[in-house]
């Protein structure tokens, strides 16, 4: 960042708190375990603090990236210049609404949010419980597991632009398609979001919860560092199926490689760079082509 003294005295001096930290490794930040150091990283914790950072990077013209909990990001190896601001765990809480609702931060983890409906007997949010994002990645990218999808339970989003001003959409407004919404085009920030569940049998939700967890157990690399499924799903077939017919289960360039429990998967052997997972997406999706003459495009954000 070329002004990043200017930048700092301005954003310190009027958020002397905020928690910061300089040339900050990705790899530490995505579940990829691949990425070079983000030379500013900042971790608003309320929509204030966000809406600051935002006013001051937009009058400097900084670059700035958001980043939830980095499990659908593929990180660059020699870093990124300018601003990553990162939401998760720092804008947090949850909070019951009359009508089945609750009200959730953006950094507040699938996870928690599913457990917290769990408790209050709320029903809707299980499938969302084994996927490892945060609420504000989850809604901004409209994920969705096992005939669920965020789009189902979004009542409300509250979004900020990168000048730092806060609207309120509905569901409709959201423009939820698969694995996508319209902040992906505007590069509005999910500030928070209410989701409109059912009521339900909190021992009933939590069985739910277990079983679609141990399906994925079952069934997916949990033990080793991905980005989840590392292609959208084709218009036919399924990505998973497709690589696995190419002969494709195992095929690896580095200590990049794809699954050999989930050929949807691309893992990282130990130390895969940024550089070696690319090359891999594009020989996989060129080879996927070549056999069945369906190419495939990557799910996972290639910053
Ligand atoms: C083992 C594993 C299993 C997975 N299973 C699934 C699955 O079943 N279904 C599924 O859909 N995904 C799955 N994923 C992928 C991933 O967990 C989801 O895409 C998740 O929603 C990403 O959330 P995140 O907070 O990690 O976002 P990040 O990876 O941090 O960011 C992803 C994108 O969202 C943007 N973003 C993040 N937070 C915000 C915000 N508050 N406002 C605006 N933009 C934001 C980022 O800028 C980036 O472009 C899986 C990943 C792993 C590692």
């Given at each position: 960042?070329?002004?990043?003294?200017?930048?700092?005295?301005?954003?310190?001096?009027?958020?002397?708190?905020?928690?910061?930290?300089?040339?900050?490794?990705?790899?530490?930040?995505?579940?990829?375990?691949?990425?070079?150091?983000?030379?500013?990283?900042?971790?608003?914790?309320?929509?204030?603090?966000?809406?600051?950072?935002?006013?001051?990077?937009?009058?400097?013209?900084?670059?700035?990236?958001?980043?939830?909990?980095?499990?659908?990001?593929?990180?660059?190896?020699?870093?990124?210049?300018?601003?990553?601001?990162?939401?998760?765990?720092?804008?947090?809480?949850?909070?019951?609404?009359?009508?089945?609702?609750?009200?959730?931060?953006?950094?507040?983890?699938?996870?928690?949010?599913?457990?917290?409906?769990?408790?209050?007997?709320?029903?809707?949010?299980?499938?969302?419980?084994?996927?490892?994002?945060?609420?504000?990645?989850?809604?901004?990218?409209?994920?969705?597991?096992?005939?669920?999808?965020?789009?189902?339970?979004?009542?409300?989003?509250?979004?900020m632009s990168p000048e730092g001003t806060v609207k309120t959409l509905s569901c409709e407004e959201m423009d939820f398609s698969y694995r996508h919404s319209r902040l992906e085009e505007e590069r509005g920030i999910v500030v928070s979001a209410v989701l409109h569940l059912a009521p339900g049998e909190e021992s009933t939700i939590r069985e739910k919860m277990q079983d679609l967890m141990n399906r994925r157990r079952t069934s997916q690399p949990l033990d080793l560092p991905s980005a989840g499924s590392a292609f959208k799903r084709p218009v036919s077939g399924y990505a998973a199926a497709l690589i696995d017919q190419a002969g494709l289960k195992g095929f690896r360039i580095g200590d990049a490689a794809v699954s050999e429990k989930h050929a949807g998967f691309v893992v990282n052997l130990g130390n895969a760079t940024a550089a070696q997972v690319r090359e891999l997406l594009d020989r996989v999706s060129g080879l996927v082509a070549e056999a069945s003459g369906i190419r495939l495009e990557p799910e996972v954000r290639i910053w």
């Open positions: 960042m070329a002004n990043l003294t200017v930048f700092q005295q301005e954003i310190f001096g009027k958020l002397p708190e905020i928690q910061k930290k300089f040339n900050e490794p990705m790899a530490k930040h995505t579940s990829f375990r691949i990425g070079g150091p983000a030379e500013v990283m900042l971790f608003p914790k309320n929509t204030e603090e966000l809406a600051q950072i935002l006013k001051v990077s937009a009058i400097m013209d900084c670059k700035t990236a958001i980043l939830g909990a980095g499990t659908n990001i593929l990180a660059p190896d020699d870093g990124i210049s300018g601003l990553v601001i990162c939401l998760k765990d720092a804008m947090d809480g949850m909070e019951l609404l009359p009508g089945d609702r609750i009200r959730v931060a953006a950094g507040v983890t699938m996870a928690r949010c599913a457990v917290f409906a769990a408790k209050h007997s709320l029903q809707g949010m299980e499938f969302a419980h084994g996927i490892p994002g945060t609420v504000g990645g989850g809604v901004y990218m409209n994920a969705g597991a096992y005939g669920g999808e965020m789009c189902q339970i979004v009542e409300s989003v509250d979004v």
